[in-house]
């Protein structure tokens, strides 16, 4: 008896199932929307159609980075390529890329996986002409106008000398001045694409398979009034602007607590900005709780400038101080800044601290707000009264209004972002487990 895995399909709507029977009648195909909408997973869907019958050999799958474009594309909740393709691929490297082998009706297909984040990333994808282009959250790769090094105009260059060049990209909305837009999808929306151009908007509701239980259990993570919830709940292109953290200053009561919410603190560390100019040197002790919040438990900020001993000597206080009441074993410092960093190191040596003392990741910044903001719908982010630095920085933390093309946050010496810019440096290694 022979026994077949199957993949656990659920029922796709008429959009969706109209969306995929189109796709591979255009040259280009755009999916828009909101999150656990099923863009990606139409798009690994058709994808494979397009593998099982192109003569083209080598195709490209990317990312913001390899990780997202293997999760996203390769995995996708177990309806990914590796999914569709089970038992007829495998993964391996070609010319020193990470690569699904595939075998279809037409030969073996080659796809090669890549991270276009970085404004390096164009190097990777380099030497092979590519025939499907298959991008998730194509707004985060880099672009410029210089088309060679964008990772976008490379990445379309390599399909020139495809027989059967086809382009899927997926995104969640962002700001409607984001060039994205302006250059490309809206582009060839209006001006028509060669092959054709197909775009379709996704909301949340035109995935069937979400329960009225569940879709209330993710809305439930928003601030209804943050553009994160307009864009990823509404799927609706958001302008970020005016107060970042609202749902905290209408109602910092909710977060400001004078006592450790349940679950007690497991960890904590410590993160460290360095200050220079209009910025402040700036201290933040971040607890994680038993039961998956966070505290920010102690602070520190001093704007007056200080020798690099002075400094030094600050940081062993305040790390002394930390260690007498919660359990610190990492402290992550501003990467830009290494002549500090080792100062700091010889400092807790000669002291004899037991602390790790590293670079921090440094995440985009918005990707470190977005967790503060879901953690904060979710109620599991809290600071102790006593840290005053951090409730001022969070209450009046503004979107820069002169950067219509971008979301950025304002730093321009009227906000403190010293002391969010030490919180976030203290939580970015604890968000894939947060959020």
């Not at 837009?181 to 979400?210: P, Q, V």
């Not at 990823?232 to 970042?244: M, N």
């Not at 918005?366 to 001022?392: P, W």
């Amino acid at each position: 008896m022979t026994r077949t895995a199957t993949i656990p399909w659920g029922t796709f709507s008429e959009k969706h199932r109209r969306y995929i029977r189109g796709a591979l009648k255009h040259r280009m195909c755009v999916a828009e929307g909101a999150i656990r909408s099923g863009k990606t997973i139409d798009h690994c869907i058709i994808a494979a159609a397009y593998l099982e019958r192109t003569p083209d050999r080598f195709h490209l799958a990317s990312g913001a980075t390899i990780a997202n474009a293997k999760l996203n594309i390769g995995v996708c909740n177990g309806f990914g390529l590796e999914n569709l393709f089970r038992g007829r691929c495998r993964w391996g490297r070609y010319r020193d890329n990470e690569a699904l082998f595939v075998q279809t009706r037409t030969g073996e297909k080659i796809v090669v996986f890549a991270g276009g984040g970085r404004s390096d990333s164009y190097r990777r994808i380099l030497g092979n002409s590519y025939g499907l282009w298959i991008a998730t959250e194509i707004n985060e790769h880099y672009d410029c106008p210089d088309s060679r090094t964008s990772f976008v105009k490379v990445a379309a260059g390599r399909q020139i000398a495809a027989r059967q060049p086809f382009t899927l990209w997926d995104l969640n909305p962002c700001g409607p001045g984001a060039p994205i837009y302006r250059d490309y999808i809206d582009k060839y929306r209006e001006d028509g694409l060669a092959g054709g151009y197909l775009y379709e908007h996704f909301t949340i509701r035109d995935n069937a398979t979400i329960t009225p239980e569940r879709m209330a259990e993710i809305e439930s993570r928003y601030d209804v009034n943050s553009v994160w919830y307009r864009r990823d709940i509404l799927g609706e292109r958001a302008a970020a602007e005016g107060l970042i953290y609202r749902q905290f200053a209408d109602a910092p009561e909710r977060f400001v607590v004078d006592e450790l919410p349940g679950g007690g603190i497991r960890s904590a560390a410590i993160g460290v900005d360095f200050g220079g100019g209009t910025s402040a040197h700036a201290f933040c002790c971040l607890g994680f709780t038993g039961h998956g919040a966070v505290v920010v438990l102690d602070e520190y900020r001093q704007g007056d400038a200080l020798t690099p001993s002075a400094l030094a000597a600050d940081f062993v206080d305040f790390v002394k101080r930390c260690q007498a009441r919660w359990l610190v074993t990492d402290a992550w410092c501003d990467s830009a800044e290494q002549t500090l960093i080792n100062g700091l190191r010889a400092a807790a040596a000669a002291a004899r601290l037991p602390v790790n003392i590293g670079s921090a990741l440094k995440k985009p910044i918005n990707d470190r707000i977005r967790a503060v903001c879901l953690l904060m719908g979710e109620g599991r982010f809290f600071v102790m009264r006593g840290c005053r630095n951090t409730i001022d920085a969070l209450m009046n933390a503004v979107w820069d209004r002169g950067k219509v093309t971008q979301d950025v946050r304002l730093d321009d010496g009227t906000t403190n972002i010293d002391s969010l810019d030490a919180m976030e440096y203290a939580l970015e290694r604890e968000i894939a487990y947060l959020v």
